[in-house]
Nanobody
């Protein structure tokens, strides 16, 4: 199973980015897929997830600003990031869970992408 994250970059406060996670070896529509972020000096933390049934979850810090979605035909998961703030600056990772329902800790997920850097300037 391979996850390839892309779409990060440098953006000004209030801007938007869309991250993509292309998956091979596993079907996104039958997996719990998640996004996590890791800021310098901090632990990796949950951002958003989507279950096989299409239910979505997001961290309180990003509610109303970020949205997770998926395209089953492209076997890709997205994270639409709007109204970005400097505190959103981090490396963003996508992850896939083999079994079980929604998870919000790192140990819930079995496969990880390589991460994509998001930098929000003030």
């Amino acid at each position: 199973v391979q996850l390839q994250a892309s779409g990060g970059g440098l953006v000004q406060t209030g801007g938007s980015l869309r991250l993509s996670c292309a998956v091979s070896g596993r079907t996104v529509g039958s997996s719990v897929m998640g996004w996590f972020c890791e800021a310098p000096g901090k632990e990796r933390e949950f951002v958003a997830a989507i279950t096989s049934g299409g239910r979505t979850y997001s961290a309180d810090s990003v509610k109303g600003r970020f949205a997770i979605s998926r395209d089953n035909a492209k076997n890709t998961v997205y994270l639409q990031m709007n109204s970005l703030k400097p505190e959103d600056t981090a490396v963003y990772y996508c992850a896939a869970r083999r079994f079980g329902g929604f998870g919000y800790v790192m140990n819930d997920y079995d496969y990880w992408g390589q991460g994509t850097q998001v930098t929000v300037s003030s």
